[in-house]
């Protein structure tokens, strides 16, 4: 191998992200979701966008998700973060 390190999805940098929830999150969530920022729409929701290592990182995202208890509307990958 030639030294560079490769995530587990296959990558060489991690997957980028976008997260959308039904709700506003306030600013005393960002802790919780460390590196992602929060756009709140117009419309009722929360986007959620950052770089996710790989699938495990993404799971592990989700139940965080899973346990605000606000519905998950989709998430979208949208491309990689170079």
């Known amino acids: 191998m030639n030294g560079e390190k490769v ?3 296959g990558y060489e940098t991690p997957e980028l992200y976008e997260i959308r929830l039904k709700g506003h999150l306030n600013d005393r969530w960002a802790d919780w979701f ?3 920022s929060f756009t709140l729409e117009s419309d009722g929701t929360t986007i959620l966008s950052g770089a996710v290592a790989d699938q495990a990182a993404l799971h592990g995202l989700l139940r965080k998700v899973r346990d605000l208890g606000l519905p998950l509307i ?3 990958q949208v491309g990689n973060n170079q």
């Open 7 to 9: 995530a587990s999805n």
């Open 34 to 36: 460390e590196d992602f």
């Open 74 to 76: 989709s998430v979208i």
